[in-house]
């Protein structure tokens, strides 16, 4: 009652994309249809007209098309079947069911692959056509593209489409506020309760930041009731400005290796895998990883059971791809890419050289350890060593455990 649904706080659905889940594309139907019975429950319940629900996020979003399907399918089938008449001169829907409120909602795409990424103002910019909003919240995805193109790659790409919405933003005159979902890890973000500037840093143009389970779990309730005060009282500015051209040579370049590594590391991830503590079903996106035939028949799990698969023995997946990067490279980090050191720094410490031993030499011999000498975390190294030991001796009643030992030693699992 003191902060009302729809008003002061936000109950934002995440539905299923028809084009890609079609096993799942009903469920979007039903979802819908259920907006103006949580409005007219809202209604009761607060005695005023509040929609508690009024936007939906749409995952795996490739074109305007996509979104302006649940748009007007909302608008025009789910709220505008209220003035269709069941025959010639009979009642309308809403004579006999009553009014349908909302009569339009905001859809949010969320945009995940390079390709979109890279179009996201074109895809933003398609859908606001003939349409009068306010505003539109754009969710920019940070932990697919990084499991399939590389941090750094996911970080950059980010930064393009940022500067890419500003730019849309000041030739539509419409506000767009963009979301992204970053996790507690640096391959995924790197925002913890304790660092809330790092993200607000890296991503000053950003509206709205995802926050994941460190901060329900894993930290004090001062640290994080501090980092959200934080978070929520800092104004939006500006992207930080890049060359796009010269972020994307190093995007290439940076993929295609870590693409190579990756390929090589894979049937040693999915044997860590199957030992990370299982937390919701949840399907493989529709990715670089997510048609088998694009890897040679070689498949990967979701986002945070692969990173926990290899922070697991000691090898933080930030590392995987960096030897692509050239000084150059490093250099031009300094003004685009200023938490690369800390994301870097904070990976680091959960690095056990052990684990070279048991990678491909093909990937161990290219991992760089030169650009940090963070200390490590010997209690974590202690761990991850017992977990290689027992991937080694196959001692597979032993390893799930410590891998939940070495993740609560972390702060997080993946």
């Not at 003035?83 to 909602?105: A, C, L, M, N, R």
């Not at 539109?136 to 996911?154: E, H, W």
């Not at 925002?191 to 930290?219: E, H, I, M, R, W």
Request: with cysteine; proline share 5%; hydrophobic share 35%.
């Amino acid at each position: 009652r003191e902060k009302k649904l729809g008003k002061e706080l936000r109950l934002t659905l995440r539905v299923p994309n028809p084009s890609i889940e079609k096993t799942e594309a009903k469920i979007l139907l039903e979802t819908l249809e259920g907006i103006p019975r949580s409005f007219d429950t809202a209604q009761i319940f607060y005695e005023q007209d509040l929609a508690p629900i009024f936007e939906v996020i749409l995952p795996m979003t490739s074109s305007a098309q996509d979104v302006n399907r649940i748009y007007y399918y909302y608008k025009n089938f789910v709220a505008g079947k209220q003035s269709q008449k069941f025959f010639e001169g009979g009642p309308t829907v809403s004579d006999w069911i009553g009014k349908f409120s909302p009569e339009q909602i905001n859809v949010i795409p969320l945009i995940e692959t390079k390709e979109q990424l890279l179009n996201t103002d074109k895809i933003v910019g398609e859908y606001l056509t003939e349409k009068k909003l306010s505003h539109q919240r754009v969710f920019l995805a940070r932990s697919d593209p990084a499991q399939n193109y590389g941090f750094t790659s996911a970080v950059l790409l980010g930064k393009i489409a940022l500067q890419k919405l500003d730019e849309l933003e000041q030739k539509t005159s419409i506000d767009i506020y963009p979301i992204i979902g970053v996790g507690s890890v640096p391959f995924r973000g790197n925002l913890k309760p304790t660092n809330p500037q790092n993200c607000l840093n890296g991503y000053p143009s950003v509206q709205t930041f995802t926050v994941q389970s460190a901060f329900k779990y894993d930290y004090s309730q001062k640290e994080v009731t501090s980092g959200i005060k934080q978070i929520n009282e800092t104004k939006r500015k500006k992207p930080l400005a890049i060359d796009e051209q010269k972020t994307l040579e190093i995007i290439d370049r940076v993929s295609e290796e870590y693409i190579k590594q990756i390929s090589l590391l894979a049937p040693l991830i999915n044997r860590v895998a199957s030992y990370v503590p299982k937390r919701r079903k949840r399907k493989l996106h529709i990715g670089l990883f997510g048609y088998s035939r694009q890897m040679k028949g070689k498949t990967l799990p979701r986002t945070i059971t692969f990173c926990a698969s290899l922070y697991s023995i000691g090898l933080p997946p930030e590392l995987i791809g960096l030897n692509a990067l050239t000084q150059k490279d490093l250099d031009y980090f300094g003004s685009i890419y200023k938490n690369f050191q800390n994301d870097l720094n904070d990976a680091m410490q959960f690095f056990n050289k052990e684990s070279l031993k048991i990678i491909p030499k093909e990937v161990a011999k290219k991992i760089r350890l030169d650009l940090t000498d963070t200390q490590t975390n010997t209690e974590h190294e202690k761990i991850t060593s017992e977990i290689i030991s027992n991937l080694k001796k196959n001692e597979v009643h032993k390893i799930e455990s410590n891998v939940s030992r070495a993740a609560f030693e972390r702060k997080f699992l993946g």
